[in-house]
């Protein structure tokens, strides 16, 4: 399934960079991950559902487990071929607005990538448990 190597893909990632941060702040460790979010191609050929499924399943016993997975669809600038316009398709409709031929040139638009992630650190988590507890 394509779903499930892109999400394990992330999750490598997403799980790399919280170790690295670890690593570099060992007194601020980030125990969790809130959200992830990710840019997705327009004509990636995935479905939004089946990658948050997927990720819900890939993510269980990890940092990442019940973090929110976010996706932003991001346009796609194409030019058409037959009148030179230039625009941004922010739908999968490729015709050209100008003058409504069908022939549009783009590169790009395929790939899944990691924007931001958003953690619980460890100070937050502290605070957090004394804040419920006093
Ligand atoms: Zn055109």
């Given at each position: 399934?394509?779903?499930?190597?892109?999400?394990?893909?992330?999750?490598?990632?997403a799980?790399g960079a919280v170790?690295t941060h670890?690593?570099?702040?060992?007194?601020?460790?980030?125990?969790?991950?809130?959200?992830?979010?990710?840019?997705?191609?327009?004509?990636?050929?995935?479905?939004?559902?089946?990658?948050?499924?997927?990720?819900?399943?890939?993510?269980?016993?990890?940092?990442?487990?019940?973090?929110?997975?976010?996706?932003?669809?991001?346009?796609?600038?194409?030019?058409?071929?037959?009148?030179?316009?230039?625009?941004?398709?922010?739908?999968?409709?490729?015709?050209?607005?100008?003058?409504?031929?069908?022939?549009?040139?783009?590169?790009?638009?395929?790939?899944?990538?990691?924007?931001?992630l958003?953690?619980?650190?460890?100070?937050?988590?502290?605070?957090?448990?004394?804040?419920?507890?006093?």
């Amino acid at each position: 399934m394509h779903e499930a190597s892109l999400v394990q893909e992330l999750l490598r990632i997403a799980l790399g960079a919280v170790d690295t941060h670890n690593a570099d702040n060992p007194a601020n460790r980030a125990v969790r991950i809130q959200e992830i979010v990710c840019d997705i191609g327009l004509i990636a050929s995935v479905e939004p559902q089946t990658l948050t499924g997927c990720f819900e399943l890939f993510a269980e016993g990890t940092l990442a487990e019940g973090a929110t997975l976010t996706l932003n669809t991001v346009p796609l600038d194409c030019e058409c071929t037959a009148c030179g316009h230039t625009f941004s398709l922010t739908q999968r409709s490729f015709v050209c607005r100008r003058c409504g031929a069908g022939e549009l040139h783009f590169s790009g638009g395929h790939g899944l990538s990691l924007t931001s992630l958003r953690v619980e650190e460890e100070k937050d988590h502290a605070r957090t448990h004394s804040g419920r507890t006093q």
